[in-house]
């Protein structure tokens, strides 16, 4: 079965970096899209990256020059580098792919606070 489980997630400073992980199971991982997502309270999901099987990537205007995503498909995982971050990226950050549905990890806290 489908399985997607984040990590890495937690409190930081402005400014400060995290790295965070998904570790994925169960499907072809060298053949899917891999994308981030994060929700914080009373605000819509928003995609914050997103990397292809050939390894091109798109982010979100709000986190471009900050986060970098990057995959190892000999690991079967994703990662999203976070530096310089800044209180408004404090929210949950999810892991996801599409096959044939979509498929969501269970979320990892980034909470940046002074």
């Known amino acids: 079965q489908v399985q997607l489980v984040e990590s890495g997630g937690g409190l930081v400073q402005p400014g400060g970096s995290l790295r965070l992980s998904c570790a994925a199971s169960?499907?072809?991982?060298?053949?899917?899209?891999m994308t981030w997502y994060r929700q914080a309270p009373g605000k819509e999901r928003e995609l914050v990256a997103y990397?292809?099987?050939?390894?091109?990537?798109a982010y979100a205007d709000s986190v471009k020059g900050r986060f970098t995503i990057s995959r190892d498909n000999s690991k079967n995982t994703v990662y999203l580098q976070m530096n310089s971050l800044k209180p408004e990226d404090t929210a949950a950050y999810y892991c996801?792919?599409?096959?044939?549905?979509?498929?969501w990890g269970q979320g990892t806290q980034v909470t940046v606070s002074s």
């Open positions: 990397i292809n099987i050939v390894g091109a990537t």
């Open positions: 996801s792919t599409f096959l044939l549905t979509t498929y």
């Open positions: 169960g499907f072809s991982f060298s053949n899917a899209v």
